[in-house]
């Protein structure tokens, strides 16, 4: 089972998938001097470097959010399809995670993080703060079934 951990507590990575980020080590971006309606992005990209397919989830640990439902947008894009995989709250992926699919050998992703501030958000968000630990997890490609 591999595991690694992207977000602005902490980035590791382990086992067969390799995660690449230009920040490692560091948030993928910040909510500093946000104002309505403003949009802020970062991409990962997450690489099989195994001999075999990989079913890859992406799940949301150490979330905290104190923002009212619906000001702070988290929107998680596939770059490759092009798909947006989620939209909602920042602390609001499901329990079981998101299915991305089986990775192939040597195959790679990358997927855009994307936060966005709601432009009727109540003093523009003064005084609120967000942040999330997002995990990956894979294991053997016949476990997911293909994307």
């Known amino acids: 089972m591999f595991e690694t951990a992207t977000g602005p507590r902490n980035i590791s990575s382990s086992g067969a998938l390799v995660q690449g980020n230009a920040n ?33 989830r992406l799940f949301e640990e150490d979330s905290s959010n104190s923002f009212a439902a619906g000001d702070l947008s988290l929107m998680i894009f596939d770059e490759a399809i092009p798909a947006q995989i989620y939209r909602g709250d920042v ?8 299915d991305l699919g089986c990775f192939g050998p040597g195959e790679r992703r990358t997927y855009r993080f994307a936060i966005q501030l709601a432009i009727d958000s109540p003093h523009g968000g003064q005084g609120r703060g967000a942040g999330a630990a997002y995990e990956w997890r894979a294991g053997s490609g016949s476990a997911a079934g293909g994307r």
Do not use: V
């Not at 309606?37 to 079913?55: H, M």
């Not at 602390?91 to 998101?98: H, S």
């Open 91 to 98: 602390g609001g992926l499901p329990a079981e995670g998101i």
């Open 24 to 56: 490692s080590g560091f948030a993928l971006f910040t909510g500093y001097d946000l104002r309505p309606s403003d949009l802020r992005s970062a991409k990962i990209t997450i690489e099989n470097s195994a001999p075999t397919a990989e079913a890859l």
